[in-house]
């Protein structure tokens, strides 16, 4: 009886399912497929023997996993790419919060309609090109620091881009100063939804503008925080929101600033693809692919206990 | 509107006027920050190269010059690339929005069997990757290597946007498919006819975000092509920046190079080619992509 | 909105149906043709090389693995190799360092590549043909010398293969530099402003601390002035290496014959002390040593006139170049001149046993064509042509065999984009050190040449050490890029100690760390490794 129903469901629903199969087929050969290139984190694999030697060559267990943890940079590593992530959450998250509190507050529509649309701009250039700009303003000569020295806040210039006390603050600025603007836009979008009635009761009752946007904004876009912050969670190791620790270590970093710049991913890159160590290259990465699939479940798994709903 | 008109007469206190002046500088100081640095790049690219070199620009060029810029426009190879470039967004664009949310149509449909399974497993292919050596030998076999179709086929679907749009499709209600089923239309003319005029938002959204994404991608030209003649925009801009990347212990190298630094300035140039476009499209989205993106994310 | 919306539409769907259109062809066809092509080819050749013979100009794609190398096969000298040398390079550059390594990963290469990273990786039957079994099939009258090949061997992947797959250029025996006359192998050296100097009353400076009493000098008198520039990443404070010692990578311990690592050395101590000593006098900044490509900003201070002294001079026709931008700033009076090695510099350790190589892959179309040219551009007359332009118009051979420029050449150069364009002596793929120095010592005055040759005879060289280094890809050759990578992460810290407490905890660090890489097991095998090729090559 009830396989008579599946079969007759799926019938119905035969075009869907085509749909659907069409996406999973093609998931499976762009992205399936190529993981079977994984295994050769755990094999004595030579980057010229090809995509034969995937399959030939020697399995040699944990080794590069052994490796990588008696390397003396791994303590490292490990802190700059967890230090680096929370920094992100902790200031890029709450950044476009704020922005649409004061956004929303504004009452010339002109004038926020525009300074919205400019800052959403940074969100649509590539980190390269940031990169670029970023060292026309920051290195010691830049815009910034004549600016800094001229009011006569400075009185040497500040590395930002060379110190490695720096470059955490530095990165996470960039990082509020290219995203913020945009993941505004999904937390004034909720501000919006607000009914109105709220506002005009607690305004009856004598609230004042600072406090309606606390008892009121705030507690009404609680759900759409979560969710963004959920969001944040799962993609913690790669830079929260943006997803930015990689393309930041790999065009900031310089032999300076390497104690603090360095990362998992950037470590990856370079061992494999410049060094030509492909198998250890993909164990490290590997261990960086499964702490992030844990954070992912994890915060969607907190998704459910809080809201009631999985992302996914 | 004369609601608020009123209320702001009446009550027009100290606390709003500081707050307003607080929230007006932050909001300038905001606007400032985004705007000025593109301004300054334009400044720059359009200022004679040694002379930016020295600093000290802030507001205009002081010494005038379009050669930084000569040096594109004369040159045939970056024409091509800009076409090549125009041509790969438009049409990886278009696929793109189709195949992403035909997928994601069919994934909204609540009864569909196994919904739950598809979607662990395209999350899956989501986070993990088998690296890029493995990717590149798959690319190779199926002929895609050197190919103007490598960067289409590879990026046509967007798995982040197939959670998206099933959320968004989810919204439709589903007595818009039933009845047009009775009338005899196919599921395809279902979705054409029927489903994509109304989810305009989200369509504009994948499109905006795709187009940007195609537009600013170097990587699948600089490891998946090597006909000089299907190199993109981001690679050729990339290729300038990098004339001054020496493989630090390369000592012969930084040598030979000595004699060949591109000037700051010829940097800037290329980047404001690059750039351009952008900007000048992405505010008449706008209305688009923040509906499009706030079905993403406000889940009632 | 609407409307706008679907003529966008429209628009995008007219533009990709042209595109598609009118791409499709090419690119469908490009990847199809140059697959099975390619496979096919490989095939034909091997089996019917008799047709080849006579055929005219062939058509061949290089693949230059340099990202800063931007010059294209044009020119008179390109025109003239291609009429002798029977090919005509389609040249695509690099533009990331990991595009070659991604490509040799997948087997998937361009028909010819010039490289100097990935020798290591290259020299297997597996990706490139061998240029002795080349060689011998298609009769090619060339004969590399022996220790040439040897050095090329010694790259091989495969320690027992016989074969070798590239002659790596820049490279000369000792006995060639003997000979040559009025040139000096590749090391570095200061500029400095002689302006200035003249200023303080040109003090002497013949020993490294009379320098050092200048730049303090300098500095007290132009506080403003960022004293030194030694911004160039990869020739950072080189000069002072060679001063100190520290010259190369690797060098014999007081017995003659342990090998150590440089850093290793008490002379290496020295060497960082006084570094760290002149940045804690004030004599050059930080940004300097954080500087890890060359984007033209450190060379547009010097050329201000913001710095006394300053690197990456490694040449007569380098300082040329810097005087002219110089003057063009601050005027004539000022100068650039090149500071000569001081007399109580010891002993400049070289180990150049060549730099990059030609490779011909397995991909290549037409791998007679290929070795052919090679062979060309290998022999005397290919080599000088590339670098020295046609005898007779360019050039002329004066008694000593040293090579005069015509006055065209000359006036052309002052200009170097014409220059490339109308010449283009940039592809020095095959050719030697001493042909290259020739090309920039060549027409010098008499004066600026002596500073360069003054106490060049402190210059030694041991190809031994450059050639015993491990290869790339192999385990001794991990722990050396380690090391390399602890280099890099750790050097500045030296340089920039507060203290002498600070330096020494730094340097203790650092010595820890090299340890930890391995760098004891690495100088035992390169002792070993140096001892064996003595006997090979007979040094």
């Not at chain 1, 129903?5 to 087929?25: H, P, S, Y």
């Not at chain 3, 298609?138 to 061997?153: G, Q």
């Amino acid at each position: 009886m009830k396989k008579e129903n599946l079969k007759r469901r799926i019938k119905q629903q035969r075009a869907l399912q085509v749909f659907v199969w069409l996406g999973i087929l093609y998931c499976f050969i762009f992205n399936i497929i190529p993981m079977f290139g994984l295994i050769i984190g755990f094999k004595d694999y030579s980057i010229t023997s090809g995509i034969k030697g995937i399959f030939t060559s020697e399995w040699v267990g944990l080794k590069y996993f052994q490796q990588f943890i008696g390397n003396y940079q791994f303590g490292k590593l490990v802190r700059n790419t967890v230090v680096l992530s929370l920094l992100k959450l902790v200031f890029t998250f709450p950044a476009p919060i704020l922005f649409a509190l004061i956004l929303n507050d504004m009452k010339a529509l002109g004038v926020k309609k525009i300074v919205q649309t400019a800052s959403y701009l940074p969100h649509f250039i590539s980190w390269v090109i940031v990169s670029c700009i970023a060292s026309q303003f920051l290195s010691q000569g830049g815009v910034i620091n004549s600016f800094l020295m001229s009011i006569g806040l400075v009185k040497e210039p500040v590395k930002f881009l060379t110190a490695p006390e720096y470059f955490w603050g530095t990165m996470v600025t960039l990082d509020v100063w290219k995203e913020m603007g945009w993941w505004t836009i999904i937390f004034l979008a909720a501000i919006t939804g607000i009914n109105s009635d709220y506002y005009e009761a607690a305004q009856i009752d004598g609230a004042s503008r600072l406090q309606r946007t606390i008892y009121i904004t705030l507690p009404c876009i609680k759900s759409t925080i979560v969710v963004v912050l959920i969001m944040t969670l799962g993609n913690l190791f790669g830079g929260g929101l943006s997803g930015s620790n990689f393309e930041q270590s790999y065009l900031f970093g310089n032999s300076v600033n390497a104690d603090t710049s360095q990362i998992i991913q950037t470590y990856v890159f370079d061992v494999g693809l410049s060094k030509g160590r492909y198998a250890y290259a993909t164990a490290v990465g590997l261990i960086q692919s499964v702490l992030s699939v844990i954070m992912i479940m994890g915060s969607n798994f907190a998704a459910k206990k809080i809201s009631g709903d999985s992302l996914y | 509107m004369g609601k608020t008109a009123r209320r702001r007469k009446i009550r027009k206190s100290k606390e709003d006027w500081i707050l307003d002046c607080i929230i007006y500088l932050f909001a300038f100081l905001v606007f400032f920050m985004t705007i000025y640095p593109f301004y300054y790049v334009v400044v720059l690219s359009f200022n004679e190269g040694m002379d930016a070199n020295m600093g000290g620009i802030y507001w205009f060029p002081r010494k005038f010059t379009l050669e930084n810029y000569a040096k594109f426009f004369g040159d045939m190879t970056w024409i091509r690339a800009a076409m090549v470039t125009v041509a790969r967004t438009a049409l990886g664009t278009v696929c793109t929005l189709f195949f992403t949310s035909i997928v994601a149509y069919g994934m909204s449909f609540k009864e569909l069997v196994g919904r739950r399974a598809y979607m662990k497993y395209f999350i899956v292919c989501m986070y993990f990757s088998g690296g890029i050596i493995p990717y590149y030998m798959l690319l190779k076999t199926l002929g895609l290597l050197n190919s103007f179709w490598v960067y289409i086929i590879p990026s046509m679907l967007s798995i982040f946007y197939i959670t998206i749009g099933r959320g968004f499709y989810e919204g439709i209600p589903g007595s818009l498919r039933e009845s047009a089923l009775i009338d005899g239309a196919t599921e395809l003319q279902i979705f054409v006819r029927i489903i994509v005029p109304i989810s305009k938002p989200f369509l504009a959204t994948l499109a905006l975000f795709t187009s940007v994404g195609h537009w600013n991608n170097w990587y699948d030209s600089t490891f998946f092509v090597k006909d000089q003649e299907l190199v993109t925009l981001p690679y050729k801009m990339l290729a300038v920046i990098n004339t001054n990347t020496i493989t630090a212990n390369d000592m012969n190298a930084a040598g030979h190079a000595a004699s060949t630094t591109t000037s700051i300035s010829v940097q800037l140039a290329a980047l404001v080619i690059s750039v351009a476009p952008i900007i000048c499209v992405y505010p008449f989205l706008q209305k688009y992509f923040v509906t499009g993106l706030m079905i993403g994310a406000v889940k009632e | 909105m609407k409307r706008i919306l679907a003529i966008m539409l429209a628009a995008i769907m007219i533009i990709s149906m042209t595109a598609c259109g009118g791409n499709d062809n090419s690119a469908a066809q490009g990847s199809s043709e140059e697959n099975t092509d390619a496979e096919a080819s490989v095939e034909e050749s091997e089996s019917s090389d008799v047709e080849t013979a006579d055929k005219g100009i062939v058509d061949m794609e290089l693949y230059i693995d340099f990202t800063w190398f931007s010059y294209d096969w044009v020119g008179v000298i390109p025109e003239t190799l291609t009429e002798n040398g029977g090919v005509n390079f389609k040249v695509a550059h690099s533009v990331k360092d990991e595009q070659l390594g991604t490509w040799i990963a997948s087997g998937d290469l361009p028909e010819i590549i010039w490289t100097s990273n990935e020798i290591d990786r290259l020299c297997t039957s597996d990706l490139c043909y061998s240029y002795d079994e080349l060689i011998e099939k298609y009769n090619i009258d060339w004969e590399p010398s022996s220790d040439r090949v040897a050095i090329a061997r010694s790259h091989n992947v495969k320690e027992d293969d016989e074969h070798f797959y590239t002659i790596i250029q820049n490279y000369n025996t000792n006995d060639e530099w003997h000979e040559a006359n009025g040139v000096v192998p590749q090391i570095g050296t200061f500029d400095y402003r002689k302006d200035i100097w003249e200023e303080i009353g040109s003090p002497s400076m013949n020993t490294i601390e009379e320098i050092h009493d200048v730049l303090l000098t300098v500095h007290e008198k132009y506080p403003e002035m960022d004293v030194i520039n030694a911004a160039s990443p990869a020739w950072r404070f080189s000069a002072l290496y060679a001063w100190f010692g520290c010259n190369n990578e690797f060098c014999y311990a007081e017995d003659g014959k342990t090998v150590q690592y440089r850093d290793t050395t008490p002379e290496f101590h020295e060497l960082a002390k006084f570094i760290n000593q002149l940045y804690r006098e004030g004599l050059f900044s930080e940004e300097n040593v954080s500087i890890t490509q060359e984007d033209g900003q450190a060379d547009a201070k010097a050329y201000a006139g913001e710095n006394f002294l300053y690197d990456t001079n490694l040449r007569p026709t380098h300082l040329e170049k810097h005087n002219t931008e110089l003057k063009a700033q601050c005027g004539d009076d000022a100068e650039f001149a090149c500071l000569s090695i001081p007399d109580d510099a010891k002993d400049i350790v070289r180990a150049n046993s060549g730099w990059a190589g030609v490779f011909i892959t397995k991909n290549c179309k037409d791998p007679e064509a290929a070795i052919r040219m090679i062979a060309y551009l290998n022999s005397e007359e290919g080599r000088r042509l590339a670098l020295w332009g046609r005898e007779g118009i360019d050039y002329t051979l004066n008694e000593e065999g040293v090579p005069q420029f015509s006055e065209e050449w000359q006036e052309a150069r002052q200009d170097s984009d014409q220059f490339h364009l109308d010449y283009n002596n940039e592809f020095y793929m095959c050719t030697t050190e001493l042909d290259e120095a020739y090309t920039y010592y060549a027409g010098q005055p008499s004066e600026v040449l002596d500073t360069y040759t003054k106490n060049s005879d402190k210059i030694v060289n041991y190809p031994e050490l450059g050639i015993a280094l491990p290869t790339s890809t192999s385990d001794m050759g991990v722990i050396r890029a380690e090391i390399d990578n602890a280099r890099s992460n750790n050097i500045a810290k030296l340089y920039l100690a507060a203290s002498d407490e600070e330096f020494e905890a730094a340097y203790e660090t650092y010595m820890e760390i090299l340890k930890q890489c391995g760098v004891d097991e690495l100088s035992e095998y390169m002792t070993e490794t140096v001892e064996q090729v003595k006997v090979d090559f007979g040094f």
